[in-house]
C-alpha cells in the first residue's frame, strides 16, 4: 500500500515542509516593525493600512528567505535583472529578492507536481523523471516569461502614447509655460489617456521639487523605461536646453519622428499579415474548401463505380 502510493506520499511532504516553511517565515516581524516596538517598549497598534502593509512586508520578507540560492552572484547579473524589473515597473529595493523567490518557490512546486504526476501514471521510470525536469523547468522559467510580457506590454504603451504627450507637451511650452509646469500640466491633463507615462513624469516632477538637476532626472526617466524613444526625447531636451535652441520646435520635430516610426511599423505589421495568414489557410481553410468542392463529385463517383 505504502508502496503504491509513495508519490502522493512525497508530494504532500514536500507540499507540508514548504507550507511549514512559510508558516514559520510569516510569523517572524519584519525589521522596521521590530526596531519601532523595541523604541515603544510594547506592540504598536496598527490601523487597516498598516496592517496591509505589514503582512506585505511579512510576504517580502519570505520571499527574500526563499531567494538566497538564485539571488545574482556578480555585479552585471545583479544589474541585469534590475534592469528588467525596472523597465517593468517593479523599482523598490526588494524587488529582485522578491522575484527571485517566487521563481524558486514555483521552481519547487512545479518539480514537486511534475514528480507526482509522472510517479502516479508511470512508476519510478526514465519518463518520471523526463516530466519532473520538464515541468519544473517550466515553473523556473515562467515568472521570467511573465515578466517579459509585462515589459514588453509596458514599453508598448510608453511608445504608443509618447507622440501625444510631446503634442501636449509643446503646446504647453509654446502657451509659455516652463518645461517643469508644463510636466505637472501633462501629467493632470493625460492621466487617464496615459497612466504609465504620466506616472514617470510625476516621479520626474518630484525628483526635480527635491533639488535634482534637471539633466539627472531626465536621464534617469530615459534609462529606467528601455524606450529608446523616450531616452531620445530626453537626450533632445537636454541638448536644447544645453544650446539655448527652442524646446517647442525640438519637441515638434521629436514627435513628427516618432509618428512617422509609428506609421512605418503598421504598415510593416500589415505587409507581414499576408504571409502570416499563408499557413492557416494552406493547413486549415483550404483542405475543407476542397472537401465541400470535390467531395459530392467524388461520392457520385464512388457511387457510380467508376473507381472499380
Known sequence: MFQENIGFFLFLLITMGIWASLTFLSQKKSDQLSRLEKITGGEIGLGEGKKGETKWLRIQEILKAFAGPLMPRTEAETSEIKNELSYAGYRSEAAIPVFQGIRLIFSVAFLAAGFYYGYSNFGLVQKTFIYTLVIGAIGFLGPKLVLGFIKSGRQQEIFLTL????DL?????ESGLGMDAAMRRVCEEMKDHAKIMTDELAISNFQLQVGRTRKE???ELGERNGVDDLRGLCTIIIQAERFGSSIANALR???E???????????????????KLLFPMLFFIFPGVFIILVGPAAIKMIQSGAFK
Open 169 to 173: 507637451l509643446v503646446v504647453c511650452v
Open 257 to 275: 519622428s516618432m509618428r512617422l516610426k509609428r506609421r512605418q511599423l503598421a504598415e510593416e505589421t500589415a505587409s507581414k499579415a499576408a504571409v
Open 163 to 166: 507622440p501625444d504627450i510631446i
Open 217 to 219: 532626472v531626465l536621464r
Open 253 to 255: 520635430i521629436q514627435s
